[in-house]
């Protein structure tokens, strides 16, 4: 968008019009970390709410629960954010009233694919991670742009501290670029996806200012959610 | 209720001041089945007689769920229920969105009543065919609504609408002062007890024995109770605790004005709940 504006066309340029310095984005931080195993999903997000160099809370939760069997979790512009949730959930709800049964995690997947593009001018400045079982027991997690590009993945990282955790994720979870015999790679077990999504997040929660105060981690599987929270660092 | 030159449009007054196609439209009601609606202080209930039109055929849906402190059970043309249900649920999440809070049920009642007036004020739509009791539960607590073709709602302490539903207004009447301190499983059985009455008379001498057979649906919100349709198992469990309760009452049958035959033709079987009868008599063609 930046590289559309007036500034790179000398030739447009007015003396003395002014522009207005309003953008309608805020930048409000956070991190979100989602593994998908056999029969689980678990996601994780930390609970710091920021705006530049302020805090707006340390106790935000980033993790909404659409249905028993579905988590979405959702970083960057806390506005949009409050929206797009606020519109999935009524969405969601007249599904359950037309078709008398709550929605599959796929079809949450699409439906918020298609919700974000509908904004294609105007997008919702949302780092989005959506987790969850799917209608064969199996874990998902789905990731997205801001514009909707929805995409099936076993390990994802998301928001400011995203590209600092991705390939903690590829590397722990996916086993990549490590030379292991076969007798050595773990199974990932609840337990593992757990434990290597709080380090991810203490590691991530040295290095960036926007990452901190605790992570809320979710376990989902066909029997149930289970919630807990992590301390991490509160600098 | 003989037809008469006043009703070939609902734009168009008797001289007696009556608009005779909403009466008609009320008419409309009475071919649903029964359904029952009656509250205590905590809890809403309504239970609804779901027989099916054939034996071929399942049974039309009665109770509809609108949200999750409001429901509805209806008596009438199922299409126009449908399209109702619609609009409320709409209502309700469209208010839910902006307010962060459920629909007052009152307030939703009145909006409610206002869409359908617009029906019976236009001379290119017709009224909806459909009774509804709406069973709600806020901040100011429990309540049943009846909603009739004509638009009117009435905040009721119980009622039943559909045909052959003078029995359970009979039974309701009777035991209305109990309702009150009721717990949440008296007054359900109350509601099955109250329906009981309106089987088609040879159904009902075959089920004296025994109520676990009756084909209901029951719902309930209240208190720390979002509006729930009971299952199969709780049906069957409530239908079960209701035969106990009824099986330690004598079965008074001479209230029983609907164990005669329903009466065909244009004669309504029984009054009913309907708009203020003028006692003017009417034109005859």
Redesign the interface.
């Given at each position: 968008m930046s590289f559309l504006s007036i500034d790179h066309f000398s030739d447009y340029k007015v003396h003395g019009a002014q522009r207005p310095d309003f953008s309608p984005y805020e930048s409000n931080g956070g991190s979100i970390v989602a593994i998908a195993g056999d029969d689980f999903a678990v996601i994780a997000a930390d609970t710091r709410l920021s705006s530049g160099y302020s805090i707006h809370s340390r106790t935000q939760t980033k993790l909404f629960q659409l249905s028993p069997l579905t988590v979405l979790g959702s970083t960057g512009c806390w506005c949009d954010t409050l929206s797009l949730t606020?519109?999935m959930r009524?969405r969601m709800?007249?599904y359950e009233?037309t078709h008398l049964r709550t929605m599959t995690t796929d079809a949450v997947a699409q439906m918020l694919s298609i919700t974000m593009y509908n904004r294609r001018f105007f997008p919702y400045y949302v780092s989005n991670i959506l987790a969850g079982i799917d209608k064969n027991g199996k874990g998902v997690v789905f990731s997205y742009d801001p514009i909707g590009h929805c995409e099936n993945a076993k390990c994802r990282a998301g928001g400011t501290a995203g590209p600092l955790l991705q390939p903690v994720l590829d590397n722990q979870i996916q086993l990549k670029n490590m030379n292991l015999d076969e007798k050595d790679k773990p199974i990932l077990t609840k337990e593992r996806a757990v434990s290597v999504a709080s380090d991810t997040f203490i590691s991530a929660a040295e290095r960036d200012i926007y990452t901190g105060d605790f992570v809320e981690i979710k376990i989902i599987t066909k029997d149930g959610i289970e919630s807990m929270t992590i301390n991490l660092r509160k600098d | 209720m003989f037809r008469n030159q006043y009703d070939s449009d609902v734009t168009i007054w008797s001289p007696q001041g009556r608009l005779h196609q909403v009466e008609y439209a009320m008419e409309a009601v009475k071919l649903g089945t029964a359904t029952v609606g009656l509250k205590s202080a905590d809890y809403a209930v309504l239970v609804a007689l779901c027989k099916p039109p054939s034996e071929l055929s399942t049974s039309q849906r009665k109770i509809f769920?609108i949200d999750d402190h409001l429901g509805i059970s209806i008596a009438g043309i199922t299409a126009d229920a449908r399209v109702l249900s619609r609009y409320l649920?709409?209502e309700c999440?469209s208010y839910?969105?902006a307010y962060a809070a459920s629909y007052p049920v009152s307030r939703l009642m009145t909006n409610l009543g206002n869409k359908m007036q617009a029906t019976t004020q236009r001379y290119d739509r017709r009224p909806y065919g459909v009774g509804m009791l709406v069973a709600g539960y806020d901040d100011k607590g429990p309540h049943i609504y009846q909603v009739m073709p004509s638009a009117n709602s009435f905040s009721c302490k119980a009622m039943s609408i559909g045909s052959r539903s003078q029995s359970a207004r009979t039974y309701l009447e009777r035991h209305l002062a109990s309702f009150k301190q009721c717990s949440k499983d008296e007054i359900l059985c109350h509601g099955i007890q109250a329906i009981r009455g309106s089987l088609p008379s040879e159904e009902a001498a075959k089920k004296e024995e025994s109520l676990a057979q009756l084909n209901i649906c029951v719902a309930i919100v209240g208190k720390n109770q979002p509006f729930k349709i009971l299952t199969e198992e709780e049906n069957t469990k409530y239908l079960n605790m209701a035969d106990e309760l009824a099986g330690s009452v004598i079965h008074l049958k001479s209230d029983d004005d609907d164990d005669q035959p329903p009466q065909g033709g244009d004669e309504p079987a029984e009054p009913g709940p309907s708009d203020p009868l003028v006692d003017v008599p009417m034109d005859l063609p």
């Open positions: 606020s519109l009524v709800q007249m009233h | 769920s649920r709409s999440l839910k969105h």
